[in-house]
């Protein structure tokens, strides 16, 4: 071969080459997708070119090969991580690859409203497509209510070790700083009378008074007399609805929760109750109030007298019944 046809041929080559690394760098930070945004799922162990494919089907890239270059290329500044991704445009290889290094994965929240069950919060949990594995029904009481993040496929059972670390971190550290003026022999009987005041009011400065009221009510041998305790005694062995109206042979009912029937405390919680109630039991108000009845205005009328208490009460059904006639 002569000099100047080698001399033009090795030009030619080096010209591809140049060509072939230029379109190869510029394609790092071109768009090579559609201008759609996309949720996709990486598999676990998915390899890169499924991965590839995933993405492509998606319409996130155009063509697979740019991207499986730059996989490989960039493999040394981390690996492709599974999970659930939403991809916004402009989608660039380097940018989505970037994505999967870092595993940005799509952040789910969940949240427990103060009040529910354990048995409500299983089932809502149950119903997340994007929870994997069961989870045993947790004890009453032991859930702490407030938002929580997770990661497509990460398991129930973790979530709720989660809910109930957070629980006993609050709980721990109320008991350890309560006053030993308190009548509470445990941890259970302070989040037991936290139950009943979550399902009584939510208004913050009446969590203090309801508190008082039942403390009254257990030093004195009266019982507590609290319907939210009836139904959940009727919710537990009957499958009835929570948060109704009970009828007056409802409160007959012979069940271990039937404040009525039984003096003291329920046998555990009824509910899972908040941070603000959990608080409130360990700083109840300092009042010789035995009664209180709701007010027709979302609140409560409390007193110290039976006659007064009465006065409160004709006036609550009145209001009652004149709701129920319109």
Request: proline share 6%.
């Amino acid at each position: 071969m002569n000099k100047p046809l080698f001399s033009f041929l090795a030009v030619l080559a080096f010209c591809k080459i140049f060509i072939a690394s230029a379109f190869f760098l510029i394609s790092y930070r071109t768009e090579i997708g559609d201008k759609q945004a996309h949720t996709v799922i990486i598999p676990q162990h998915t390899p890169v070119n499924q991965i590839a494919a995933i993405l492509k089907q998606n319409h996130i890239i155009a063509a697979d090969i740019p991207f499986k270059l730059w996989s490989y290329v960039l493999r040394p500044f981390g690996s492709l991580k599974a999970g659930e991704y939403e991809f916004i445009p402009p989608h660039r290889a380097g940018d989505i690859i970037a994505k999967l290094q870092r595993g940005e994965t799509i952040v789910h929240r969940f949240t427990v409203v103060e009040g529910v069950t354990s048995a409500e919060i299983a089932k809502q949990l149950k119903d997340l497509p994007s929870l994997q594995g069961e989870c045993v029904l947790p004890e009453e009481g032991t859930l702490l209510p407030e938002t929580y993040h997770f990661a497509y496929s990460d398991k129930r059972s973790d979530l709720i070790k989660r809910m109930q670390k957070a629980f006993q971190k609050e709980i721990q550290k109320l008991w350890q700083t309560r006053s030993s003026l308190l009548p509470y022999k445990n941890i259970e009987e302070a989040v037991t009378l936290a139950s009943l005041v979550e399902k009584e009011t939510a208004i913050p400065e009446e969590r203090p008074r309801v508190v008082a009221v039942f403390l009254n009510r257990l030093r004195i041998g009266m019982p507590l007399q609290c319907d939210a305790t009836v139904l959940y005694g009727l919710y537990r062995d009957k499958g009835l609805a929570l948060n109704r109206h009970l009828s007056k042979a409802e409160l007959k009912a012979p069940t271990p929760y039937n404040t009525y029937l039984h003096k003291g405390l329920p046998p555990t919680p009824i509910c899972n109750p908040g941070l603000a109630s959990l608080r409130a039991v360990f700083a109840p108000s300092e009042t010789k109030e035995l009664y209180f009845v709701a007010n027709g205005k979302g609140g409560h009328e409390f007193s110290e007298t039976y006659t007064a208490h009465s006065k409160y009460h004709k006036t609550w059904r009145q209001i009652r019944n004149k709701k129920a006639s319109n």
